[in-house]
Every structure is written in structure tokens, then in C-alpha cells.
């Protein structure tokens, strides 16, 4: 089971106004082949079929604490999206087209399908495939298949920092290039484990060195290069046995965190009348406060 914690990972700037173009490349890092959907999806498969958990216990514990951080991941990408989806349209009549900005945006799914939010699809609307999963069965070629995936993501995080200055948009890539870069040295280790080869030095793509990226410094300056998480489930306090030893990027002591990550709060967006979302208005809610206190 995963327990739904009410908070995202990391606090987001709350923008003065939307930006279009921005939430359109973040949307690769959503539903994208190598972005957030893929990631979570993949280790989720993988944790739930895992064969010889008992045996293999530390490697089955590994995947399965990854993949509690995906949903995380995948929740933070969208709270990005609809931050950068603020204020880029105004309510008004039908009549005056207060959609009309949409038909000069190149997403225009978040106008039409979400109401400026989220879609679970790449960054041209492409609905997100479950073609995208591996999930072979055979520990060590799903291990590589992970550390692959997580190097095709890191290329795609970086490529979409380059491509927009947004401060929302940078916050979330310089905290996933940081969390990412984590994730590619747990699968290395766990291959080395597995296997006896050092696969970060046979395969040394990409670098991972963060410290060109002015937004992941302070995610760097926390020490979240370094750690993983057991999510309060002492089951999982185990991959210590592979999360062991020093950092191969910055020689710093890797370490097991026996909890979650502090969080922040997660954001509260305003209504869309112009999207008729959600729909509820006044009178509405009267009616609804009524029936919630009825009885009580």
C-alpha cells in the first residue's frame, strides 16, 4: 500500500503570472518517455512482480522505496504545470472568448481537456504509454534497464532547464537533476552488488555533477545528493545494504533516512470560472455546507 502524505516534496515558488509556453516542455517530464509517469511506472511493475522477494530482499526494497519517491515526483511535475498555468487567462462572458490566448498556445490540451492543469502526456499531448514499462522479471537486466531510464530522464531534465528561465519551472529540474543523479548511483550500486561490476565506471554517462545548475544548489547544499528514504517502514530500512558508502561524485557519505522528506505545503489554486472549474458557485457551496454539517 502507499500512504498519501498531504504534501509535496519540496516547496514551489508561487509565480505573479502563468507562463504558457514553460508548463507545454515541463509536460516531457510528466508523460514523456523518459519522464516522471515512466519512472514511477517502471519500478512500480517491477515491485509489485518482483519474484524471490525474501530472498532478495535488499534489491525488492530498493525499487519498491524508489518508487514511493516517483509518486512524489510525478505529483510535483504536475503542481509545476499548474503553477505555470496561473493568471494566463482572465474569467469573463462566453461571448468576449476568455479562452481566446489558447489558440496561439502550443498545449492547447490544457484549455481544452484540463482545465490549465496537468495532462498525463509528453510535451506535444502524446497520452503517456504503457509501452514505456520494463518489467522483464530478471533482477539484474531491470536494474539496468532503471539506471538507463534514469540517465535518459537526467538528459531530458537538463535539456528542459536550458529551454525556459522560469523560476518554477528551474526549481523542480535543479531538485530532479539532484534526486535523479541519487537514483542512477542507487541502481549502479545495486548492479555492483548484484553482479560485482561497477557499472558507474564501465557506463560513466552522464556526469553527474549538478554544480553548473544554479537551481540545484541548494538542494545540493541539503545533502539530497546523498540520501535515500524508508518512508517510515522499518521493512526498508535494509537498503543500507546496497545504499552504502561514499557519493562516487563528491566522496560524501551515502545514507539511509528512516522517515520521508520534510515537505511543504501543497499549493491551492484558484477557481477558473472561465473553465466553468470547478463548477461550483456560490449558492452552490451554501447548499453544499448545509449538507456537510447536516447531522453532525
Not at 512524489?72 to 490566448?101: K, M, R, Y
Request: with cysteine.
Amino acid at each position: 500500500m502507499i500512504k498519501r502524505v498531504n504534501r509535496i516534496q519540496i516547496e514551489l515558488p508561487r509565480p505573479d503570472h502563468g507562463d504558457m509556453n514553460a508548463a507545454s516542455v515541463v509536460q516531457e517530464l510528466m508523460g514523456g518517455k523518459f519522464g516522471e509517469m515512466s519512472t514511477l511506472n517502471n519500478y512500480m511493475f517491477q515491485s509489485f512482480n518482483f519474484r524471490g522477494k525474501k530472498k532478495l530482499k535488499p534489491f525488492y526494497n530498493l525499487v519498491a522505496s524508489i518508487t514511493a519517491e516517483e509518486f512524489g515526483h510525478v505529483e510535483l511535475v504536475a503542481n509545476t504545470i499548474n503553477l505555470l498555468s496561473f493568471g494566463n487567462t482572465s474569467p469573463g462572458d462566453p461571448d468576449t472568448a476568455p479562452l481566446q490566448n489558447a489558440k496561439d498556445a502550443r498545449y492547447s490540451l490544457h484549455f481544452t481537456t484540463t482545465a490549465q492543469t496537468a495532462y498525463p502526456g509528453d510535451g506535444m499531448g502524446r497520452p503517456w504509454n504503457g509501452e514505456y514499462v520494463n518489467n522483464s522479471g530478471v533482477l539484474v537486466a531491470d536494474l539496468l534497464a532503471n539506471y538507463l531510464l534514469e540517465i535518459g530522464a537526467r538528459t531530458h531534465k537538463m535539456r528542459v532547464y536550458e529551454m525556459t528561465v522560469n523560476p518554477v519551472a528551474r526549481t523542480l529540474c535543479g531538485y530532479l537533476l539532484v534526486r535523479g543523479g541519487t537514483h542512477i548511483i542507487a541502481y549502479a550500486k545495486a548492479l555492483e552488488v548484484a553482479t560485482g561490476v561497477d557499472v558507474g565506471k564501465m557506463l560513466p554517462v552522464p556526469s553527474l555533477d549538478n554544480s553548473k545548475f544554479d537551481y540545484a544548489k541548494k538542494f545540493i547544499d541539503q545533502g539530497l545528493a546523498n540520501v535515500l528514504y524508508t518512508w517510515g517502514e522499518p521493512e526498508y530500512k535494509d537498503i543500507n545494504q546496497i545504499w552504502k558508502g561514499q557519493n562516487p561524485e563528491t566522496g560524501e557519505q551515502l545514507k539511509v533516512i528512516d522517515g520521508l522528506p520534510e515537505g511543504a505545503p501543497v499549493p491551492d489554486f484558484e477557481e477558473k470560472p472561465e473553465e466553468f472549474a470547478p463548477g461550483i458557485d456560490r449558492d452552490d457551496y451554501e447548499r453544499i455546507l448545509k449538507r456537510l454539517k447536516a447531522n453532525m
